[in-house]
T-cell receptor, first 111, second 119 residues
Framework: DAKTTQPTSMDCAEGRAANLPCNHS???????VYWYRQIHSQGPQYIIH???NNETNEMASLIITEDRKSSTLILPHATLRDTAVYYC????????????FGQGTELSVKP | AAGVIQSPRHLIKEKRETATLKCYPI?????VYWYQQGPGQDPQFLIS???????DKGSIPDRFSAQQFSDYHSELNMSSLELGDSALYFC??????????????????FGAGSRLTVL
């Protein structure tokens, strides 16, 4: 079973920041938080991952709460091309390395 | 940069036929994963291979088998196809460096997928 809970859908205005929340209250100490997205019928695309600290790369920022029970993916300036299903996944290589996809958030970026 | 290559991209088969999907991982990646995504569904993990040995198994039907070859490419064989096997099949690869990896994180890179239609 998926270990995360995400909103089913969200809307965001083009050019504004998109903040996608994720609850992972049962996360264990060595599990990472990964974010992937899937643009209609394409292969899932890696966005970012983190363990404890906040992370930022060229695509997004990941904010992880101090108790690690939830996180937020931030797309700072959403564009129409960011419309996709966003998946928050927790896991570690020691569990086999596979990613277990749960129900993600369908983000619609509107003009 | 080289990506994960899947072939064929589209495949149409009749019920009870057999299909084979191929996956060529990113060079130097040692682990391959297979996922199935039915219409309107989330990707479901099927099976994975590390250094040519099966490393994990998910909800893969007994009619399906897979292997990883010496050149690290992988093939997913599906027999006695059923209508419900119609789906997108994704392959992903990662560079694992053994248990725990270099940092414990394991980032997967996915291919574009193979769409199987069973008529």
């Amino acid at each position: 079973d998926a270990k995360t809970t995400q909103p089913t859908s969200m809307d965001c205005a083009e050019g504004r920041a998109a903040n996608l929340p994720c609850n992972h209250s049962t996360i264990s100490g060595n599990e990472y938080v990964y974010w992937y997205r899937q643009i209609h019928s394409q292969g899932p695309q890696y966005i970012i991952h983190g363990l404890k600290n906040n992370e930022t790369n060229e695509m997004a920022s990941l904010i992880i709460t101090e108790d690690r029970k939830s996180s937020t993916l931030i797309l700072p300036h959403a564009t129409l091309r960011d419309t996709a299903v966003y998946y928050c996944i927790v896991g570690t290589y020691n569990q086999g390395g596979k990613l277990i996809f749960g129900q993600g958030t369908e983000l619609s970026v509107k003009p | 940069a080289a990506g994960v290559i899947q072939s064929p991209r589209h495949l149409i088969k009749e019920k009870r036929e057999t299909a084979t999907l191929k996956c060529y991982p990113i060079p130097r990646h040692d682990t391959v994963y297979w996922y199935q995504q039915g219409p309107g569904q989330d990707p479901q993990f099927l099976i994975s291979f590390y250094e040519k040995m099966q490393s994990d198994k998910g909800s893969i039907p007994d009619r399906f088998s897979a292997q990883q070859f010496s050149d690290y490419h992988s093939e997913l064989n599906m027999s006695s196809l059923e209508l419900g096997d119609s789906a997108l099949y994704f392959c992903a690869s990662s560079f694992t460096l053994g248990q725990g990896g270099p940092s414990g994180a394991n980032v997967l890179t996915f291919g574009a997928g193979s769409r199987l239609t069973v008529l």
